[in-house]
Nanobody, 113 residues
């Protein structure tokens, strides 16, 4: 079973870039046909898919976030990362990394001065 763990700062200032890392164990991020996603849930709201990176390294983004989002990977560490630029308080959310049915526990990121 694949296990995923998010890590990164819990507090980010407005206009800065939010950066999170997902460390994967129990499987390789280069395994054929696997996609590795970032999903978030603002307080009191539903889940929002942000984007993913494929086993091939190709990336796909939500149209609403595409201009501010970048997903990359480090295959030597079996990790993939999320960068969200120009954050505002509306980006405050629990951020999850996931692959198919396997999810991390999530990490709360608060955007505040």
């Amino acid at each position: 079973q694949v296990q995923l763990q998010e890590s990164g700062p819990g507090l980010v200032k407005p206009s800065q870039t939010l950066s999170l890392t997902c460390t994967v164990s129990g499987g390789s991020i280069t395994t054929n046909y696997y996609y590795w996603s970032w999903i978030r849930q603002p307080p009191g709201k539903g889940l929002e898919w942000m984007g993913n990176i494929a086993y091939s390294g190709n990336t796909y983004y939500s149209p609403s976030l595409k201009s501010r989002t970048s997903i990359s990977r480090d295959t030597s560490k079996n990790q993939f990362t999320l960068q969200l630029s120009s954050v505002t308080p509306e980006d405050t959310a629990v951020y999850y990394c996931a692959s198919h049915a396997d999810w991390g526990k999530g990490t709360l990121v608060t955007v505040s001065p």
